[in-house]
């Protein structure tokens, strides 16, 4: 549909409009209530959690499965150089976020843009290539006619603004994402279709190297760097690399046996390397990383497509050094330069630097009511910060769903619940002083999901329907599910109230006293022989996460536990004994059900 439709078609809702007011209102109530109930996110930083929720909120405002798909603004219209629709990163980030948020519904606005254009997307190649191939430029309305002129029997220049190669093939991940996240096999054959285009395109304008290697035979451009137009740009390439794989899963997958598989093999397995020099990744094959640069065009290899990543050890000092020298030019840097840092951040599980790039995000860029703006309104850079955010708490890559892998050192108590991810499961996830203490894989469709649950070593699970742990491998959990079948994983956890305490001290020895009227403490802990005791009740046996809260004005160290089992850690000065700091001992094993004898006493070798 045109803009001019979409905007008849609310005038005239508008007019028609005669519905009863009460009626109405309670149909709006019903359905914000269950679009919120999809799923959650609980994280104790009250300024970023309100902030995520904002982000679900807005998401809701600015599309429906039948509707436009999302522009720069949505429906927050203010004057702007940009009315129109970005698709070398604006498109992408706006609806990075749905998909762990359990909104595929929102997603479907994208689908149907592109699903609605495939003859636009085709006229946007060059003519000779157009029976079997597609394209989108930087630029279109809804229409997605945005041409791509590149030709291998003509190289003459065209430009940073037309020469943009890899912004469909990044869309479709997207489409990909959609499609494995509720595998529904009607999106995953359109997807097909559509992505063997876009790959078609890149086919047509390769050629070998000397060393009997593909690149891309044209000049592309690197998005907005200054003077990124050359050959073998990392912005093209990555998208490439990502498509050829996902052509060839999906061809397995969805039985397609296409005549271009063994074509797609050979290519992905002769492709030169992505190029790069002492400082990480280049822009391109001649133009190295030297100008300050907001966008991260020439890392989508480490983000969003995680071919490179923290698993391949060989890599992590690449990764890193690339993603410093980037930072490191900090002029041009924009909001969304800060939300790639952290999902990049997340990914290597540094979760301070990522909650810090957030945190820099939301204090020097956002407004007030988390909109965002440059020379005009831009909608993507907030929403990409709510999938930063999901990224702390859930990632999937390598085929492999974390859980909890980057979370903040002094995020002491986080959960979620119903984050959608691979294969059409949903997640749930609580965190608990420092440790994880439960998990819950839910199966839509039935299948396989490989899941690192980082859960302290001696948890349980248990199933309802039909469920086979097929493997455990360096703490990577395999289960075939059924439809409709579920997982609970955890720990167990108990609580030790100050006032319950039995205060055990020998002849001699300071006891130490409980203190405090309406929040209890154990205090006037002078003397490390003094020690506290409880009788707990264990309904069953298991292994127990064990934190505590604590304020000290020196270096120390506490144990909790029983006599055969202890959780032990050093405590560092809080400043003051006012300052209570949740800190998480570790977790103690409780080898039956019934009355047990925890006690919590100091190290005598470290005890101030």
Not at 32 to 45: C, E, H, Q, T, V
Not at 138 to 146: A, I, L, N, P
């Amino acid at each position: 549909k045109s803009s001019n439709q979409y905007q008849t078609e609310t005038a005239q809702k508008v007019t028609d409009w005669n519905a009863d007011l009460a009626a109405a209102y309670q149909a709006h109530q019903q359905w914000w209530g269950s679009y919120f109930a999809k799923s959650a996110l609980r994280i104790p930083d009250p300024a970023l959690q309100a902030f995520y929720q904002m982000q679900v909120y807005k998401l809701g405002c600015a599309a429906r499965a039948n509707g436009p798909a999302i522009d720069l603004q949505g429906p927050w219209t203010a004057k702007t150089p940009w009315p129109a629709y970005w698709h070398n990163l604006n498109t992408q980030l706006t609806y990075s976020p749905v998909y762990t948020a359990n909104h595929l519904e929102i997603s479907q606005s994208l689908l149907n843009m592109i699903d609605g254009n495939l003859a636009n997307l085709s006229k946007n190649v060059p003519a000779p290539y157009q029976a079997d191939a597609a394209a989108i430029g930087r630029v279109s309305s809804t229409d997605m006619f945005g041409p791509v002129p590149l030709r291998l029997d003509n190289k003459a220049d065209v430009g940073n603004v037309a020469g943009e190669l890899g912004n469909l093939t990044w869309m479709l991940y997207y489409y990909y994402q959609h499609y494995r996240y509720g595998m529904d096999a009607r999106v995953g054959n359109n997807l097909f279709n559509i992505l063997k285009k876009s790959v078609n395109y890149y086919l047509y304008l390769l050629e070998k190297n000397e060393q009997g290697k593909y690149h891309i035979g044209v000049k592309t451009s690197s998005p907005e760097y200054p003077g990124g137009y050359a050959l073998d740009s990392n912005y093209d390439l990555a998208p490439l690399r990502c498509g050829l794989k996902t052509l060839l899963s999906l061809n397995t997958e969805l039985n397609k046996n296409d005549q271009l598989q063994a074509k797609w093999s050979e290519v992905l397995n002769n492709l030169i390397d992505y190029p790069k020099n002492e400082n990480g990744y280049m822009i391109a094959r001649d133009i190295p990383f030297v100008v300050t640069h907001r966008h991260y065009s020439h890392l989508l290899m480490i983000y969003p497509f995680y071919e490179i990543n923290r698993e391949q050890l060989q890599n992590q000092e690449l990764i890193n050094k690339s993603i410093n020298h980037w930072q490191s030019m900090p002029q041009q840097l924009q909001g969304y330069s800060y939300t790639g840092l952290a999902s990049m951040k997340a990914m290597m599980g540094d979760g301070n630097a990522a909650r810090n790039a957030l945190k820099t995000l939301q204090s020097n860029f956002v407004k007030p009511n988390t909109l965002y703006a440059e020379s005009g309104p831009v909608i993507e850079t907030p929403l990409s910060a709510m999938t930063s955010l999901q990224e702390l708490c859930l990632q999937f890559w390598d085929g492999v769903v974390r859980v909890f892998p980057a979370i903040p050192s002094d995020w002491n108590d986080v959960s979620f619940d119903n984050f959608r991810t691979d294969g059409a499961f949903l997640i749930s996830g609580t965190r608990q002083g420092g440790i994880n203490t439960s998990i819950t894989i839910k199966s839509e469709v039935g299948g396989r999901i490989k899941i690192s649950p980082n859960l302290p070593p001696g948890f349980q699970w248990t199933k309802t329907g039909t469920v086979t742990l097929i493997g455990n491998q360096n703490g990577i959990y395999e289960f075939e599910m059924s439809s409709g079948s579920s997982v609970l994983m955890g720990i167990q956890t108990f609580v030790l109230s100050p006032a319950a305490a039995a205060i055990v001290a020998g002849e001699g020895v300071t006891p130490m006293k409980i203190e405090g009227q309406s929040e209890p403490n154990l205090g006037f802990w002078v003397d490390s022989r003094s020690y506290a005791t409880w009788n707990v009740s264990f309904t069953k046996a298991g292994v127990y996460a064990v934190s505590v809260l604590a304020a000290s004005t020196n270096a120390t160290a506490i144990s909790v536990g029983t006599e055969e089992s202890r959780a032990q850690k050093e405590i560092t000065s809080t400043g003051s004994y006012q300052n209570y700091v949740n800190i998480t001992l570790g977790t103690i094993n409780v080898p039956a059900a019934g009355p047990v004898n925890i006690s919590l006493k100091a190290v005598p070798t470290n005890w101030k």
